[in-house]
């Protein structure tokens, strides 16, 4: 992953962890995955300011079916699908 890559899923994660720690969409677990994927996309921000101009692989992604979720909730949020998770 480059800079602008890391940048925009951190929003995503962001995004989606303020909703659902409002409305309970998803559960604390969940949420702390969450956070984890996070904490691993800030240490790849930290790899890149010290060595600029590197692809950098995270240590931990989210779950394929917890992306999903997640993934489901974002495109709520920004309108794109009409129905709430």
Known sequence: MNKAQIIIRLDLLIAVQ?????NGTLS???RICISME???????LDQLAET???LVTPKY???KALDREVQ?????LTKKKPECP
Do not use: I
């Not at 996070?38 to 790849?44: D, E, Q, T």
């Not at 489901?72 to 709520?76: A, M, S």
């Open 72 to 76: 489901q909730v974002y495109d709520y």
């Open 18 to 22: 303020r909703y659902t720690k409002l």
């Open 61 to 63: 992604v989210l779950p």
């Open 28 to 30: 604390a677990g969940k």
């Open 52 to 54: 600029p101009n590197v």
């Open 38 to 44: 996070r904490a691993s996309l800030m240490h790849c």
